[in-house]
């Protein structure tokens, strides 16, 4: 569902209970790059915008906070949590939003800012950050080749104190425990021995609460 400005359907949000502090906090933490270069510089700028059609990136829940609705570098639309992989837990709307041209780097949403990691909750509940194959073994050559570029150990650190913060929030936490299951899954599925056998990574370096 697709929403022209001045239309909102904030009412329908899956709701949070983070604060606007708490994401104020998570997106400060974060404000910080992954690598001593400029890693778009490595891949064009790919995961920066819409590499394919359709491509975006969807808000945490109470996320909504920190937009307006109408910024001008955003196409905005509405999901229903039920028709998309989220955890049932997750009822009502969750706001989509996709590049239409470079955005502001202060402004990027969290999964933005946390690319190429992922926060990872293990069979014990124990947190952590992992590199995110799921979205990134195609796209980003951190993720591709670990080896060759070592993220700042500030950077990973920074990553799992904001989503300390963001796993506060009990539906957050129940979305990082079904995205972990899938890593889980993915990990021992035979496109990714596939990938390995040509050179992609198989083990990733993680960071531990």
């Known amino acids: 569902m697709t929403l022209g400005r001045g239309n909102t359907l904030k009412g329908l949000l899956v709701r949070s209970t983070l604060t606007k502090e708490d994401f104020e906090e998570a997106y400060s933490l974060m404000d910080i790059p992954a690598l001593d270069c400029n890693c778009g ?12 059609p359709g491509v975006g990136m969807y808000l945490l829940p109470g996320e909504e906070c920190m937009f307006t609705g109408n910024e001008d570098w955003l196409r905005w639309s509405y999901k229903d949590a039920q028709q998309h992989n989220f955890p049932p837990e997750w009822q009502g709307m969750v706001q989509f939003v996709m590049c239409k041209a470079t955005c ?14 992922m926060p990872y909750l293990d069979d014990s509940g124990r947190l952590s950050v992992r590199l995110d194959t799921l ?9 591709r080749c670990p080896e060759s570029y070592n993220l700042r150990p500030e950077f990973s650190e920074r990553v799992l104190a904001a989503w300390r913060i963001l796993a506060k929030d009990p ?4 979305d990082i425990h079904l995205q972990s299951r899938h890593l889980d899954t993915d990990r021992s599925s035979p496109w990714r021995q596939l990938l390995e056998r040509v050179g992609f990574p198989h083990n990733v370096p993680s960071n531990h609460a």
């Open 171 to 174: 539906l957050v936490r129940l």
């Open 135 to 143: 979205t990134g073994s195609l796209i980003c050559p951190l993720v």
């Open 104 to 117: 502001p780097r202060d402004k990027r949403p969290i999964q933005c800012r946390t690319f190429p990691l």
């Open 41 to 52: 510089d490595l891949c064009g700028r790919l995961c920066c915008q819409e590499y394919e």
